[in-house]
């Protein structure tokens, strides 16, 4: 196994110096980067994600229909379910998997590209709480054409390794129409992202490491100088905890964050799972 690396740096967000915010008493939502009424100058992006929500929200509630531009939106499910409604898909003519889900539960991803305009809803229509991540990331072009995408990801697979989750559409910025319908990726199973961004989820057994290969090598466009977010949502009542590089000085606990940077595409970034349970952990890798 690779040593740590030793230049990389890594700065730690704790979760209770997150933002938060109660809606109504149907959303509890913190925020890592500045948000609706949460602002701070210090948390406006890194690299191109911009926007990493860590919600819950109650049965029987929900956002409503409401339009996005110009951002790369995904929720990582956790726990519970969500229904996605939008102005592209017409109530009941909703499919199973694909650019057509609409209901969504753990091991789930669904992917939104808002481009020129869109609107849609996130409803809780069951019994129990629902538990996500919301992620935005910037699109490295504005008036894209809006897409949805949503796929289920093994969890026995991300008890072995990181799974890839998301890369860069593979023909790029300058996609035609046609790339965009066909929605290839650069990682074959992934969704793809208009984005120079890779997002990978692993679920680390204790006293076990994963391996997180930078920019998932040469997937990337910018090798030098990456950014990647790595984040460990609360889902086991404090049992989870991992250390980063091999360092004592970067141990997270559960909400816990950190931003690491100073370090390139192919380098290897461990994760060791250090707390009682197994650890979630979700990686988030952007130019």
Not at 188 to 201: E, L, S, W
């Given at each position: 196994?690779?040593g740590?690396?030793?230049?990389?740096?890594?700065?730690?967000?704790?979760?209770?110096?997150?933002?938060?915010?109660?809606?109504?008493?149907?959303?509890?939502?913190?925020?890592?980067?500045?948000?609706?009424?949460?602002?701070?100058?210090?948390?406006?992006?890194?690299?191109?994600?911009?926007?990493?929500?860590?919600?819950?929200?109650?049965?029987?509630?929900?956002?409503?229909?409401?339009?996005?531009?110009?951002?790369?939106?995904?929720?990582?499910?956790?726990s519970?379910?969500?229904?996605?409604?939008?102005?592209?898909?017409?109530?009941?003519?909703e499919?199973e998997?694909?650019?057509?889900?609409?209901?969504?539960?753990?091991?789930?991803?669904?992917?939104?590209t808002?481009?020129?305009?869109?609107?849609?809803?996130?409803?809780?229509?069951?019994?129990?709480?629902?538990?996500?991540?919301?992620?935005?990331?910037?699109?490295?072009?504005?008036?894209?054409?809006?897409?949805?995408?949503?796929?289920?990801?093994?969890?026995?697979?991300?008890?072995?390794?990181?799974?890839?989750?998301?890369?860069?559409l593979?023909?790029?910025?300058?996609?035609?129409?046609?790339d965009?319908?066909?929605?290839?990726?650069?990682?074959?199973?992934?969704?793809?992202?208009?984005?120079?961004?890779?997002?990978?989820?692993?679920?680390?057994?204790?006293s076990?490491?994963?391996?997180?290969?930078?920019?998932?090598?040469?997937?990337?466009?910018s090798?030098?100088?990456?950014?990647?977010?790595?984040?460990?949502?609360?889902?086991?009542?404090?049992?989870?905890?991992?250390?980063?590089?091999?360092?004592?000085?970067a141990?997270?606990?559960?909400?816990?964050?950190?931003?690491?940077?100073?370090?390139?595409a192919?380098?290897?970034?461990?994760?060791?799972?250090?707390?009682?349970?197994?650890?979630?952990?979700?990686?988030?890798?952007?130019?």
């Open positions: 196994m690779s740590p690396l030793a230049n990389a740096k890594i700065v730690l967000r704790r979760s209770s110096e997150r933002g938060y915010a109660e809606h109504g008493g149907w959303l509890k939502s913190f925020h890592t980067f500045s948000f609706a009424g949460y602002y701070d100058h210090r948390f406006q992006n890194f690299g191109s994600l911009r926007v990493l929500n860590e919600d819950r929200v109650a049965p029987r509630n929900g956002f409503g229909t409401h339009p996005h531009r110009d951002a790369e939106i995904f929720s990582y499910i956790l519970g379910e969500l229904t996605h409604r939008d102005s592209m898909i017409k109530k009941g003519a499919g998997q694909g650019k057509d889900f609409y209901r969504m539960k753990r091991g789930d991803v669904q992917f939104t808002g481009g020129t305009g869109i609107a849609h809803s996130e409803q809780n229509e069951s019994n129990k709480p629902v538990h996500f991540l919301q992620i935005w990331a910037l699109p490295w072009k504005h008036g894209l054409k809006p897409q949805y995408h949503t796929m289920t990801f093994d969890e026995d697979a991300k008890r072995k390794e990181f799974v890839h989750i998301l890369s860069p593979a023909a790029g910025p300058e996609a035609k129409p046609a965009e319908d066909a929605a290839i990726p650069k990682i074959p199973g992934t969704i793809p992202i208009h984005a120079d961004f890779v997002m990978g989820a692993g679920i680390i057994a204790p076990s490491t994963f391996t997180w290969n930078v920019g998932a090598g040469e997937v990337v466009s090798k030098k100088k990456r950014n990647v977010y790595i984040h460990l949502p609360m889902t086991k009542q404090g049992k989870m905890k991992i250390k980063l590089n091999g360092s004592e000085d141990v997270l606990e559960e909400g816990d964050g950190a931003f690491i940077t100073q370090i390139n192919g380098d290897p970034l461990r994760v060791e799972s250090i707390g009682e349970v197994e650890a979630e952990v979700i990686v988030l890798d952007s130019n």
